[in-house]
């Protein structure tokens, strides 16, 4: 049998291969004009599905966004928009 | 702070949403040591460790429901005996994230014991004032009148009977180094007094208000408004207790200036499906009860930071 | 090596075994009658005799949940219980075998409530029978020493991994002083050698996931893995046992036999009874009677092969259990039977419930258990000195 | 000479059974007795009576000593030897006599003369009497009579040598209790063995 005895987990991160991405019925858009890369969006996604690379908005986790909208509701610039999937 | 190592992958399965995430993903920004991870049951703990996945890249550990506090004094316990020994050389923080019904209720023993023995620890509990993971029961810590699976709000009784336990006034009178409460809508306050309870000389206890759309009948996209609105209620105000000295911070430090309006309880409870019954004309007066009492509390923290 | 031979009380041995493991942790909450070991140990810890990190939590539910975690982080973890206390841990019980946590525990056997009886039968030992743990019993104070060092070895084997009790009789051994010789504490340091975690938490750089919530399809694989677990234990204890007889000359096996050979008569018991009844046995040897005792020294997993074995032939078999369970059979009957079934013949086996709640298993009244059989006066199931 | 000659050679197998109260060192002579046992070779099992009595109820406390390896865990139901520390148990306490056998005797902390004892008693087993307390009280300054109690224990039986006893006293007090009070301790052992009658 291959399982690690006792049902531990041994490799670190992996629910990243369970997308929760077809959760969603709404997804966000980033209006890039308006953005300013303030991170809110970022510092409040619960799904850590806000892709940030070297202090800039990069995009969104699609894989695993839930569509919850807090990202849209939070940011400063209104540069979010939730749209039917 | 975006530079910082991912604690908390996604795939986890908390719903959308959801405040647990939030808190969580903040409370792992306040220390950049390396972190063991104890978790109570619960909502956080199922839906972060659904095997064979984890969406922890920390060591983690959940045994039961009313026992993280114990749980993670054992991992700090190992820890002290290992490093004494010189067979880990790291300087590790040791953290338990819980419900409120793992912390108010079930687990209230087991956290009062590992505060009085005083381990290095920081427990957080995320209170969204109900059994959530179960399906919406009550607890000690959910709100007068708020309705549950196990306090419906009936014909006769409307949701919830009693106050709910004040928590982090109890855990302050075990006179630990910094005890504090925070909302997830003030990142920069969470992370804060987190980033002063994983550094304190002893235990720590951090109690986060965690909005629940699917308990509190609200819309997952306004879990932050949601957090601002109870401290703006001072239904949740903030503060710290630093060895011993109370302190009001952020909005609620606003308020008692005056610099920032108090707003009516009445717009948190309309604010929130768990509460829709008490608009009724019959339960007027409970409403009123729940706004005195509420009135009373800030009232008494104002004048415990004053001293 | 001569060794000098001590005065101790069983608690007392618990504790001095500890002293010389030198565990990393040892987290208890301490009760009557397990209390001496937990006292004894504070003063060791007081005195600088150990470096173990001891908490004295403030519950036994705590104190298992500390054990637990400390063992998950990768520290060596003893602690010790009784009675309601055990009870009181249950939840941990099943939680510390299913993660799989290879801790040590004392249990000074007590009666559970109610009404509440501080004294000694197997009701908390028994309680706790199915939950996932190795369970060893002692017949005296020399055998609960050999047995919460020889646990570690057990426990700990790479192919074990699972928690082990070391049961030993409330008061009768716990708090009775009696003659022992000590191991010199370099050769218990090298019997149980340095402890290798499996998968600990404080290995930062290969984080592990302790305690996920398991689906319907890994929770059965997950059991059977710890099933797989109890069968290894078997050889695991006898390869323990035997290193343990080449450092100490002490020779244990998995079912101990007393005269069982040429016996026609057989009683089967755990504990300090089995003292007892040999010296019973011996009198009624004299009297011309063939009558024998054993014990399984290693409860669970239960050795079922070696009690078939021993119990092949006679023509009686009591199987004397300090345990009622109510609204059925008791556990160590149930399990000699059940182990019994392979036979191509079954004995008579007849039930005994007796010493509930500190009643004194006397001789007078421990021979009746052989010579009822002998003249066919016992019943299927018998409750030996209950005052009717 | 010892009073009451053991003639089982060295196949030694004694039960005693002790009488007190609680708080009066009964539990302590026991573990006294058995360390000087051990010390001398012999096995040993000694046990009080457990339960939740507290300071003064009436207590018991059971011996085995033998030669050879003691497998007998139960209480002790017919004592070669019974011990009583406190002269207010002499008569009240029925179970003192109970299960005295031919060649069982009676040791008491008593003031009157071992005939006395007897009739108090109500036995016709021998008996023997030592005035305990006062010889504590003279010679330790408080009425604990526990160790006087073994100074006559070996002089009525020798299930250990008086020297092993002392050595054992020695050692066990030594470090714990102040010389001062370990030599009065001892004064008591050798007087009582004097005067046990």
Redesign the interface.
Same mark, same amino acid.
């Given at each position: 049998m291959s399982l690690v005895p006792g049902g531990r987990v041994i490799e670190p991160g992996s629910a990243l291969k369970f997308e929760t991405g077809d959760w969603r019925s709404f997804r966000p858009i980033l209006d890039r004009e308006a953005c300013i890369d303030c991170m809110t969006c970022w510092i409040y996604c619960p799904d850590d599905s806000v892709i940030v690379n070297d202090g800039k908005f990069c995009d969104f986790r699609m894989t695993h966004c839930k569509g919850c909208g807090i990202c849209a509701k939070v940011c400063p610039k209104k540069a979010i928009t939730m749209v039917l999937e | 702070m975006s530079k910082s190592p991912t604690r908390l992958t996604s795939g986890h399965r908390l719903c959308a949403g959801c405040g647990e995430g939030i808190i969580v993903r903040q409370v792992l920004m306040a220390t950049d040591k390396p972190v063991v991870v104890s978790n109570a049951t619960g909502c956080f703990e199922v839906s972060t460790s659904i095997y064979p996945y984890t969406a922890w890249n920390v060591p983690w550990i959940h045994t039961a429901f009313g026992n993280a506090a114990a749980t993670c004094a054992g991992t700090e316990a190992a820890y002290q005996a290992l490093k004494r020994q010189g067979k880990i050389k790291e300087d590790v923080r040791f953290v338990a994230f819980a419900g409120d019904g793992g912390t108010y209720d079930i687990g209230f023993q087991a956290l009062s014991g590992a505060l009085e023995r005083g381990h290095q620890m920081m427990y957080v509990c995320m209170n969204n004032e109900a059994y959530m993971n179960t399906g919406i029961q009550r607890s000690g810590a959910t709100a007068l009148g708020a309705s549950t699976t196990t306090s419906p709000a009936g014909s006769v009784i409307p949701g919830k009977v009693g106050y709910p336990k004040d928590l982090t006034m109890i855990v302050a009178s075990h006179n630990i180094p910094y005890v504090a409460q925070v909302s997830p809508h003030n990142w920069r306050d969470m992370i804060a007094k987190c980033g002063k309870g994983f550094e304190c000389k002893g235990p720590a206890f951090i109690n986060a208000m965690s909005p629940c759309p699917r308990g509190w009948r609200t819309d997952p996209s306004d879990t932050i408004a949601l957090a601002l609105l109870s401290v703006e209620t001072c239904v949740w105000p903030l503060y710290e207790v630093e060895n011993g000295n109370y302190r009001l911070t952020a909005e609620s430090a606003k308020i008692a200036e005056g610099k920032l309006a108090k707003r009516p309880l009445t717009d948190w409870l309309n604010a929130q499906g768990r509460f829709k019954h008490l608009m009724k004309d019959k339960w007027r007066d409970l409403i009123e009860d729940a706004q005195a009492d509420i009135d009373k509390k800030w009232e008494r923290l104002q004048k415990l930071c004053k001293l | 090596m001569e060794h000098k031979d001590i005065a101790i009380n069983g608690d007392s041995a618990i504790a001095m075994a500890w002293k010389q493991i030198n565990p990393d942790v040892c987290a208890a909450y301490p009760i009557t009658p397990q209390t001496i070991i937990v006292e004894r140990f504070s003063d060791y810890v007081a005195d600088g005799e150990v470096s173990t990190e001891f908490v004295c939590t403030e519950s036994e539910h705590s104190a298992l949940t500390l054990c637990i975690a400390s063992a998950a982080a990768g520290a060596r973890t003893v602690t010790a219980t009784a009675s309601v206390g055990l009870g009181y841990m249950w939840e941990m019980l099943g939680i510390a075998s299913g993660l799989r946590m290879p801790l040590t525990m004392a249990v000074s056997n007590r009666t559970l409530s109610a009404p509440i009886n501080i004294h000694c039968d197997h009701g908390d030992a028994m309680a706790s029978r199915d939950a996932g743990w190795l369970m060893i019993f002692a017949e005296n104070v020399q055998e609960a020493y050999d047995n919460a060092i020889i646990a570690l070895r057990i426990a700990e084997h790479k192919d074990v991994q699972l928690p082990m009790m070391t049961c030993l009789d409330g008061f009768i051994l716990t708090h009775a002083i009696e003659r022992m010789t000590p191991i010199d504490t370099h050769d218990v340091k090298e019997f149980v050698g340095e402890y290798k975690p499996v998968y600990p938490l404080l290995d930062l750089k290969n984080p592990v996931t302790y305690g996920v919530m398991d689906s319907p399809d890994f929770f059965y694989e997950h059991r059977y893995q710890m099933k797989m677990a109890m069968d290894a234990a078997l050889d695991v204890t006898e390869k323990v046992f035997k290193d343990f007889a080449k450092m100490t000359g002490r020779k244990y096996s998995l079912v101990e036999e007393y005269k069982c050979d040429d016996a026609d008569y057989v009683a089967v018991c755990l504990g300090s009874t089995f003292g007892t009844m040999k010296a019973t046995v011996d009198i009624l040897r004299k009297e011309g009677k063939k009558v024998g005792v054993m014990m399984p020294r290693l409860y669970r997993p239960l050795p079922s092969k070696d009690i078939a074995k021993a119990v092949k032939g006679k023509k009686g078999v009591a199987v004397m259990d300090k345990f009622m369970t109510l609204g059925g059979y008791s556990p160590l009957y149930e399990d000699v039977v059940a182990s019994a079934v392979c036979l191509d013949k079954m004995p008579e086996m007849y039930s005994y419930v007796y010493g509930l709640g500190g009643r004194d298993a006397r001789v007078d009244v421990l021979k009746t258990v052989f010579t009822d059989m002998i003249d066919k006066k016992a019943k299927k199931v018998n409750y030996l000195g209950v005052k009717l | 000479m010892p009073l009451f000659a053991i003639e089982r050679g060295l196949d030694l197998n004694m039960e005693l059974c002790w009488h007190g109260r609680g708080g009066q060192g009964v539990v302590t002579a026991? $573990?006294i007795l +058995? $360390?000087t +046992?051990?010390r001398e070779? &012999? %096995?040993? &099992? +000694? #046990? /009080?009576e #457990?339960? /939740?009595e507290r300071m003064g109820a009436p207590i018991r406390a059971f011996t085995r000593i033998s030669s050879d390896l003691?497998?007998?865990?139960?209480?002790v %139901?017919e004592p070669d030897i019974v011990i009583v520390l406190d002269p207010t148990l002499v008569g009240k306490v029925k179970s003192i006599t109970a299960g005295l056998k031919k060649g069982s005797v009676v040791l008491a902390n008593y003031s009157g003369s071992s005939k006395e004892l007897s009739e108090a008693l109500g036995t016709d087993v021998k008996c023997y009497a030592v005035d305990a307390t006062k010889i504590s009280t003279e010679e330790i300054g408080k009425p604990m009579a526990n160790t006087s109690m073994l100074g006559a224990l070996v002089k009525v039986s020798p299930i250990v040598s008086f020297g092993s006893l002392e050595d054992q006293m020695t050692s066990k007090f030594t470090g714990k209790l102040p010389d001062k009070i370990i030599i009065k301790n001892l004064s008591a052992l050798k007087r009582a063995y004097a005067e046990v009658k």
């Open positions: - | - | - | 026991n $573990e +058995a $360390e +046992a051990i070779g &012999k %096995y040993v &099992k +000694a #046990f /009080p #457990f339960g /939740p003691i497998r007998v865990h139960s209480q %139901y």
